[in-house]
């Protein structure tokens, strides 16, 4: 595909349940990140992914949170013991270069999200 | 610490008038700026960003914005609202000098456009 992709679009969880949340970048983009975006909120940054390697995991919420990318592509994150406040949107970005001395940005590109709801 | 404020969370105008979105940041070394649209249901899509080149910046569907330091600013805008246009609006900094050049979002402009 084109774009981001990510999936589900929606799930709906009972609390105490463990989820797990795919992203699709787009295919050779070096750089990986999730975002939290509670509702009425801007994105919030969890943890960013350069290929396979988690550089920074500083805006996981707790010890709950975990993510991966094993071979620098697809990426989970999963949320275990799910709890009320973890509802929100989950979204995935990716961009094509890892950060250069030079300090050269690349553009992220997002995906459509994962809209969780914990009951 | 970067911040983004966006004064307004709810802006409408009418259709063809000027759109101004309003955001000032706060970063300690020079800043990398970014305005983003959000449709319902939809993820993210770039319209502009700021990379300390031209402190004018066009971006996609008409929409504009200016790097002013001395203000800290980075306002949007448009000459004329088309009902395309309503959505939610975010601004961003990145800061350059990071391990990650993760985006630290403002809460959000929700631009409505009347008849």
């Known amino acids: 595909g084109a774009g981001v992709s990510q999936s589900p679009r929606y799930k709906v969880a009972k609390r105490g349940q463990d989820v797990a949340l795919r992203c699709d970048p787009i295919s050779g983009h070096v750089s990986l990140f999730w975002y939290q975006q509670a509702l009425g909120q801007g994105p919030e940054f969890l943890t960013y992914f350069q290929n396979e390697a988690q550089l920074d995991k500083s805006g996981l919420p707790s010890d709950r949170f975990f993510a991966e990318r094993p071979e620098g592509s697809v990426s989970t994150l999963k949320i275990q013991r799910t709890q009320q406040e973890d509802s929100a949107v989950y979204l995935c970005a990716s961009s094509l270069t890892i950060l250069t001395g030079a300090g050269d940005k690349e553009t992220q590109y997002f995906g459509p999200g994962t809209r969780l709801l914990v009951l | 610490a970067q911040s983004v404020t966006q004064l307004g969370s709810h802006v409408s105008v009418s259709e063809g008038a000027l759109v101004l979105l309003r955001c000032n940041y706060s970063?300690?070394?020079?800043?990398?700026l970014f305005w983003y649209v959000q449709y319902p249901n939809q993820g993210l899509q770039l319209l502009l960003k700021?990379?300390?080149?031209?402190?004018l910046v066009k971006g996609i569907n008409g929409f504009e914005a200016e790097f002013k330091k001395s203000e800290t600013s980075f306002h949007l805008t448009k000459p004329s609202a088309h009902m395309s246009d309503a959505a939610e609006y975010f601004c961003?900094?990145?800061?350059?000098?990071?391990?990650?050049?993760?985006?630290?979002f403002g809460t959000g402009t929700r631009l409505q456009v009347t008849l």
């Open positions: 970063s300690s070394v020079p800043p990398y």
């Open positions: 961003a900094v990145s800061d350059i000098a990071g391990t990650a050049s993760k985006l630290t």
């Open positions: 700021y990379t300390s080149a031209a402190t």
